[in-house]
């Protein structure tokens, strides 16, 4: 029988009602994990600051990578362990590089990831945050080539996958602490993680280092936030079995391409992602569920795209479609017509 596959997709920095704060998605991958034999998300779905939750089915597939790869042009390749090199921006302070050398150790010799090393840029990135007219957060880095050499060295050494803590200046986030705003940093992010992966071909993932925050009560979305002083332990567990990325032309029969997908989920009005168009404007393209109780920004809905979609009002109710699919049941939904 055909394994279900399934590509869960949230973009970072846009609102997400559902997976825009700190892991709130993690438990809808859970549930659709449940259900699909393989399930396709990106970092931003499954990392929750220093929460995490191993799902053997799970592909954690960076946000470049996964629209290459919904484009044909790479295949993702599964492995049982990566060897991590982590990249820490010069820019840290004393305090901040402590917390972040003891996260590597903790990782280590409490998860067992390998980690290859650690190095620092050369100078420091320099990264902005800016907020775009629909209320998007997106951001630069004054030093782009420091990124890369960094990640360079960390490959020279044997590194098989790049964890990037980046020094992220502390932006206006009164909204996104009270479960209501858009995550200031989390365009950015996808900035750093897509230059290092369209560079290298490898998985990688970026956790942003704060300032310190003062304690407070927070909203239950974005707790887990609150729980230490570095990012960077769910990107380490992700990291450590991350697949890799292989381009087309060199995969093996069991490398996974795009052609296997059965399923994409997605924002209801989040459709316009090279990705999922990708995967829609193939000659057999897969189901589009289109989940209407998770918003954002964008408003861009299947229809507006021409897109041919099921509407589904909850991710609960998207749960309820696989289990229909992987067992073969048409739902019937109109009345039987004659065929003249």
Not at 85 to 104: E, F, K, M, P, T
Not at 124 to 153: F, K, M, N, Q, V
Not at 159 to 187: F, N
Not at 249 to 275: H, K, N, Q, T, W
Request: glycine share 10%; net charge negative; proline share 7%.
């Amino acid at each position: 029988m055909r394994p279900l596959t399934v590509v869960l997709v949230v973009p970072t920095g846009v609102g997400a009602a559902v997976g825009g704060f700190a892991g709130d998605a993690i438990p809808v991958v859970r549930l659709l994990a449940g259900v699909a034999d393989r399930l396709v998300t990106h970092p931003n779905v499954l990392n929750g600051a220093i929460l995490s939750w191993p799902l053997a089915n799970a592909l954690y597939v960076e946000g470049y990578a996964l629209d290459r790869w919904c484009a044909g042009a790479w295949h993702l390749r599964p492995v049982h362990r990566n060897r991590v090199g982590v990249l820490l921006d010069a820019a840290l302070d004393d305090s901040q590089r402590i917390h972040h050398l003891n996260a590597i150790e903790a990782a280590r010799f409490t998860l067992g990831v390998d980690i290859v090393g650690w190095c620092e840029t050369a100078e420091p990135l320099g990264i902005t945050l800016a907020t775009g007219a629909r209320g998007t957060s997106w951001g630069t880095l004054r030093a782009p080539g420091a990124l890369l050499a960094a990640a360079e060295r960390l490959v020279d050494a044997g590194a098989e996958a790049i964890a990037i803590v980046g020094s992220c200046p502390e932006g206006d986030d009164r909204a996104y602490l009270a479960g209501q705003g858009v995550d200031p940093v989390g365009g950015v992010e996808a900035v750093v993680s897509h230059l290092v992966v369209r560079h290298l071909r490898l998985p990688a993932a970026h956790a942003p280092a704060l300032p310190p925050a003062a304690a407070e009560r927070v909203h239950p979305r974005v707790a887990a936030e609150s729980l230490g002083h570095t990012f960077l332990p769910c990107v380490l567990a992700g990291l450590s079995r991350a697949p890799r990325y292989v381009v087309a032309s060199e995969a093996l029969p069991d490398d996974l391409g795009p052609g296997a997908v059965d399923v994409v989920v997605s924002p209801v009005d989040c459709c316009g992602g090279a990705g999922l168009l990708a995967l829609m404007a193939r000659p057999d393209p897969p189901v589009l569920l289109a989940v209407e109780e998770n918003t954002t920004r964008l408003g861009v809905t299947p229809e507006r795209l021409g897109l041919k979609a099921v509407r589904v009002a909850s991710y609960l109710e998207a749960c309820g479609w696989l289990v229909a699919l992987k067992q073969g049941v048409a739902l019937a939904t109109a009345p039987l017509s004659r065929v003249q």
